[in-house]
Structures are given as structure tokens and as C-alpha cells.
């Protein structure tokens, strides 16, 4: 399938159906030299340092976390409910252990320096411009005791939009 894009400000659709409900593949890391994905239900987009921008957040234990310290490019990449199947696989199953190409079908390819897969139906191609540790003394103490009692934190990722791709 062919991608077209478009520019960031073009996108209508609901972010917080797009993040919170549909969930999307977090893709750090390069065909040429390995990349990892893994689902994500955490999120926002919006705008910082005038430009657009998403936030994404990745926990200290998680496979991909190295692909997106050593990577500047990133992609968000969202799917029609015919992939939820394969969203809850890449979600439970982790890239050190199983090749999730393989389990989920998904195929890859390459969008402005960042890794996408054909069946996406949306594609941001982010480039990092800032990451740091959420740190669990600084939030209410309900919100450290529910996410962070097992000291597995998450690393804030946020990047600027460079390409949004149908």
C-alpha cells in the first residue's frame, strides 16, 4: 500500500481515541542495523517549542528502551482493529527473546529514516529532542504506590513530528 503524506497540522483524528483505545507501535532503530517495536497505550501529541510534537514513554525494562537512547528517529505507528491482534502480541512478548515480525505478520518499511510497517494506517516519523526518567518521589504518592511499587520506571521520550504518513 501506498503512504501519502501529509503535514502534521492535517491530522483530524482523536488522540485520545488514536493512543488511549487503539494503542500503537512504539519502532525505534533501523532495518539496516536492527529495530524493536512494542505496543504503547501512553501518550500525547501536541505542541512544545512551536513545533508538533508527541510524547511517548518506554519503561526502564523494556527491550526497546536501547533502540530509542541510540536512535534520534522514531516512529508512532497506528492500525485498524484488524491488527489488534497483533498490538497485544507485541504489547506481551519482548524482541530479546522472540522475532515479532515473524509472530505478528507485520511487514516493514522505511519512512524518512524511521521504521514503519505497510498495514499502519497512520505514520509519525519523530525525531527525539528530549527523554528523562519520571521520577516517582516527585508524583502523588497513589500514583508512585499503582505504577512504580516495583521501582520499573518509565523513560519520557518527546519528539518533534517531522512526517505524518497515511
Known sequence: MKKIKVN????????????????????????????NFMTCSWGALGVLWNKPTVTCYVRHSRYTLGFMEQNDIFTLNFFGQEQRKALGFAGSHTGRSCDKLKETGLHPVTLDGGVSF??????LVCRKRFAADLNPADMPAEIAESFYADNDIHKMFIGEILAVYL
Open 8 to 35: 502534521p497540522e492535517a491530522l483530524a483524528e482523536n488522540p485520545f481515541e488514536l493512543i488511549g483505545k487503539d494503542w500503537f507501535l512504539l519502532t525505534a532503530g533501523t532495518e539496516e542495523t536492527g529495530f
Open 118 to 123: 505497510e498495514e499502519a494506517k497512520l505514520t
